[in-house]
């Protein structure tokens, strides 16, 4: 199962964290991490942006 991880680039720490939840998907060979510049933890005024990534992500999956 393919596991998309991502933070917005204003939540500092946290999207350093990243690399962290990959390392223990240790089942997971199709693990990505995406950063959404701009935004915080709610993606408030980086919806469209968001929902873009994912809508992205789902279709090159699936």
């Not at 939840?21 to 005024?45: A, M, Q, R």
Request: aromatic fraction near 12%; charged fraction near 25%.
């Amino acid at each position: 199962m393919p596991i998309l991880a991502f933070s917005g680039s204003n939540e500092y720490p946290t999207y350093l964290k990243l690399d962290i939840v990959k390392s223990k998907s240790l089942n997971c060979p199709d693990f990505e991490t995406k950063i959404i510049e701009g935004s915080e933890h709610t993606y408030k005024k980086c919806e469209e942006i968001t929902a873009n990534v994912i809508l992205e992500w789902i279709k090159n999956k699936f």
